[in-house]
């Protein structure tokens, strides 16, 4: 079975991996958008407005574990014979170390470092922005030998769409159930501009146009 792991590049640029000792048992993927309401004079509801898309986040949880299966002395036999002390078990913080240490800032970028989360075919880029670590099984010394961490990451992917310029004059012909706020949206990214086209149309009644009538959508300079 394939183990997951972070990836990241060094400050010489060489990628390093910090390999999971389990697999997580499951992956949380959340993709969110924020809308604002208009509220327009003559209509019993507002219109939605999309401001901005959020960042994809990804949530999931590694169990480490060094009762269980971790070594520290080299007392093999007594591991093979389930007869390994406790008190000889590794502090299981040998392990989480590396992963807490992705949320840390690096002193070359000012900022943490970008991690790619790898399973099999799945894969994640992004940063770490929340790492909470729960400790549940400790030695008769307060060693801890089992941590469990929840973390969250953040997509780094950049937005590549290609917007319609709004800087130059433009003309649109009305189709039935058009409106001049939907026309504002796409040409301004702005519904509470459909004013400026009214305007530019002397449209006293916006919602009087007639189908194959043409309209001006004056640019914004």
Not at 180 to 191: K, N, T, V, W
């Amino acid at each position: 079975m394939s183990k997951a792991s972070l990836k990241y590049n060094d400050d010489s640029g060489i990628e390093q991996k910090v390999s999971c000792l389990y697999n997580p048992a499951e992956l949380q993927i959340q993709r969110s958008n924020t809308y604002t309401e208009h509220k327009v004079p003559g209509l019993d509801r507002p219109i939605l407005q999309f401001i901005n898309g959020e960042a994809e986040t990804m949530t999931f949880s590694l169990f480490f574990d060094t009762y269980s299966s971790g070594i520290e002395t080299g007392q093999l036999d007594l591991m093979l014979n389930n007869k390994m002390p406790t008190l000889l078990k590794a502090d299981v913080r040998k392990y989480t170390e590396p992963v807490y240490n992705l949320i840390t800032v690096d002193e070359s970028e000012h900022a943490p470092k970008e991690v790619t989360f790898e399973w099999g075919k799945m894969s994640f880029t992004g940063y770490i922005v929340s790492l909470n670590e729960k400790l549940t099984m400790f030695s008769s010394l307060g060693v801890p030998l089992r941590s469990t961490l929840e973390i969250t990451m953040k997509s780094s992917v950049k937005d590549n769409m290609i917007r319609n310029s709004p800087d130059r004059t433009k003309h649109r012909i009305i189709n039935s159930g058009d409106a001049l706020y939907r026309f504002a949206y796409a040409e301004y990214g702005d519904c509470s501009e459909w004013r400026r086209i009214a305007e530019a149309n002397g449209l006293d009644n916006p919602r009087r146009m007639k189908s194959g009538e043409r309209i001006v959508i004056p640019a914004i300079i």
